[in-house]
């Protein structure tokens, strides 16, 4: 016994050790997801360290916005625990795997042995949807025995398929019986024996009495061993044989995959807002998208998967959903860093000469590749051509210049004029490249960049002064569309000054343009802006009731209803609050004109605006910990509690 524990000890030990090396290999390969490796890691070890003690599949989740490094993580992962051989992944689609509709043939078919571990991949789970989007149940018709595989791991034989054998088997019998005796049967009528032993008169001397699919199939039914050809040279009486041995051994019927660990990737669309719809989106920072999604959460992916999945499918995926956050600022930045250097040391293999990237040249990839709700793809794909058609003229041209082994070039950028340069000594050569995105963003009339500086500011500043905090962005060199923009962090909680607030941060773009140019001179571009406001006055009075009434104001579309219908009484209180946010708005701009117009323009001069330049220019602090309300609540309570308390002592 004494020995036995030795030896399982440090059985776990050199898989524990296994684990952490792996963990460590997958952060240096896999940018920005070192919290989902640990997690997953975690989650896994049971199953790598002692797999006898796992008695139904592992399954881990994974979520995540499209180039985010799902699939990467788990091949990876499956070359370094040595399950390569034994990965399956199913395109769960349905189109992408022959045509096959059941995973358990697909698993019968591979080298993950039964009751063995091996690891299954679900891959777009998400187009596996059983609900549509109008909550009606849809037919799907492959692969149905997912759900067996992700509730215990044991599969049940194909009945149908063993009934329909028996019966066939049955006819061939009949057939044989009536042919030794020299009588006609009825199936000899027939001009082909359906689907099975087709040894009719028509080829009576083929030595195969199965088809190959259906030997495959009665294969992987029975769990046979021998080859799908020797299968097909079967006789009906040893096809009958096996099959009543096999339907005598109850225990034989399940097929046993309860070691598999599985993983069930996707997409959820429902659960990123209109983050995931954001394709073309090259202009919203990477570190505002990162937060966002940052903080979804397993109520989140639930509530996501009920649009697609039943509430019993769902429970059968459990609980270890792991969600991936959109990649942040840093992990681009080191990923184009990686990928710019892996082709300059290709060139330098081949050529012997060293080339050296400014910073620059790495700030230009970035601003014209990066995608952020896009993934790595994108920029991989700019990587290449930005950099390997010119690296092989800068190779070329320095070379027939008298560059060798060993010599060091300079690779930087002209981005107005599209050209990157390379230097040797004295000598320069350039090679145009195109910069699509930068050139999207330049607003080359200073009128229009002006009138966009003027509006944005005045976002920007009214929303600092009375959120006290700046905006996560504000930018006015857009490639998305021609405008600009200001990006605020959402509140969980509001009070009804935080609602006076947002009112009053809706009309100030107007109002600093009214300011500025006057009333003869404001643009059109605040349209959405007081419709904005509009909306949000309107649901101030009539459904926060923090207006004149209690009662929640609304158009009644349904019968029952039992609310306050009297909507247009409220237009006149709407307006006259509208009017009273945007004179705070004006009065607000007025005594903070200064750093106003230092706002200005550095938006005309730089097209954007950092936080930290607003919180140094109005003072603010930095909350070290997210806020999900402005509101003191907690220190008014305490202090409703002091009161109360001292009027007790005072009674």
Request: a negative charge.
């Amino acid at each position: 016994m004494r020995t036995t524990n030795i030896q399982l000890r440090a059985h776990i030990s050199e898989r524990s050790a296994q684990l952490r090396h792996v963990a460590a290999e997958l952060k240096t390969e896999l940018f920005g997801i070192d919290g989902i490796i640990d997690r997953v890691i975690d989650t896994i070890r049971a199953w790598y360290v002692l797999p006898d003690i796992i008695n139904r599949p592992v399954i881990v989740n994974l979520w995540g916005l499209t180039g985010t490094g799902k699939t990467q993580l788990i091949r990876s992962l499956s070359k370094k625990l040595g399950f390569y051989d034994r990965l399956i992944e199913v395109q769960m689609d349905g189109y992408s795997n022959g045509g096959g509709t059941s995973i358990g043939s697909m698993l019968s078919d591979s080298a993950i042995a039964e009751g063995t571990p091996g690891i299954l991949v679900l891959d777009e789970f998400q187009r596996y949807r059983t609900i549509d989007r109008d909550g009606r149940e849809r037919k799907v018709e492959h692969y149905m025995d997912v759900w067996g595989l992700l509730s215990d791991g044991k599969l049940p034989p194909n009945i149908s398929f063993l009934g329909d054998m028996e019966r066939r088997l049955a006819e061939a019998a009949y057939r044989d019986e009536h042919k030794r005796v020299g009588m006609t049967s009825d199936a000899d009528e027939e001009d082909v024996v359906v689907g099975l032993f087709a040894r009719t008169p028509r080829n009576h001397h083929s030595k195969f009495a199965l088809p190959p699919y259906q030997a495959q199939e009665f294969k992987a039914t029975l769990k046979l061993k021998e080859s799908i050809m020797e299968i097909m040279t079967w006789s009906p009486q040893d096809l009958h044989s096996r099959l009543v041995d096999f339907m005598q051994d109850p225990h034989a019927w399940e097929t046993d995959y309860s070691k598999l660990l599985i993983f069930v990737c996707g997409n959820l669309d429902e659960m990123y807002a209109d983050a995931a719809s954001r394709v073309e989106d090259c202009d919203t920072d990477a570190d505002v998208f990162h937060a966002m999604t940052r903080k979804l959460s397993l109520i989140d992916v639930k509530r996501a998967l009920s649009e697609r999945f039943k509430p019993e499918q769902i429970a059968r995926l459990g609980n270890n959903h792991v969600v991936y956050p959109s990649l942040n600022r840093s992990t681009y930045q080191k990923l184009i860093a990686v990928a710019v250097h892996g082709y300059l040391q290709e060139i330098e293999a081949s050529s012997g000469l060293r080339f050296e990237v400014t910073d620059a040249v790495r700030e230009q990839i970035y601003a014209n590749s990066v995608f952020p709700t896009q993934g790595t793809r994108p920029v991989f794909s700019s990587v290449h051509s930005l950099m390997s058609a010119p690296l092989v003229n800068f190779t070329l041209w320095a070379l027939e210049q008298g560059a060798g082994p060993g010599e060091e070039l300079t690779i930087d950028v002209d981005p107005d004029a599209g050209l990157l340069i390379s230097r040797w000594g004295h000598r320069i050569h350039t090679v145009p490249v195109t910069f699509e995105i930068s050139r999207l963003r330049q607003r080359p009339d200073p009128d229009m960049r002006a009138v966009l500086a003027v509006h944005e500011a005045g976002h920007g500043l009214i929303y600092a002064l009375l959120f006290k905090q700046p905006p996560l962005e504000i930018r006015i060199n857009m490639a998305t569309f021609s405008g600009g923009y200001n990006s605020f962090k959402e509140l969980k909680v509001k009070t009804r000054g935080n609602l006076l607030d947002a009112v009053c941060v809706a009309l100030s773009g107007r109002a600093a343009e009214e300011m500025v140019y006057g009333m003869e001179s404001l643009s059109s571009g605040s349209e959405s802006d007081l419709k904005l406001a509009t909306n949000q006055m309107a649901a101030f009075i009539r459904h926060a009731t923090f207006g004149e009434r209690i009662s929640h104001v609304d158009v009644s579309t349904e019968a029952g209803e039992n609310i306050n219908t009297d909507v247009a009484s409220n237009n006149a209180e709407i307006e006259a609050g509208l009017q009273k946010q945007y004179k705070r708005a004006q009065g607000l701009l007025a005594e903070n004109r200064a750093i106003y117009l230092r706002m200005v323009n550095e938006l005309i001069n730089k097209g954007q605006l950092e936080p930290q330049q607003i919180r140094d220019w109005l003072g603010l602090s930095e909350s070290k910990v997210p806020k999900d309300a402005l509101e003191p609540f907690d220190a008014k309570l305490r202090e409703f509690e002091r009161r109360h308390s001292q009027r007790l002592t005072s009674v």
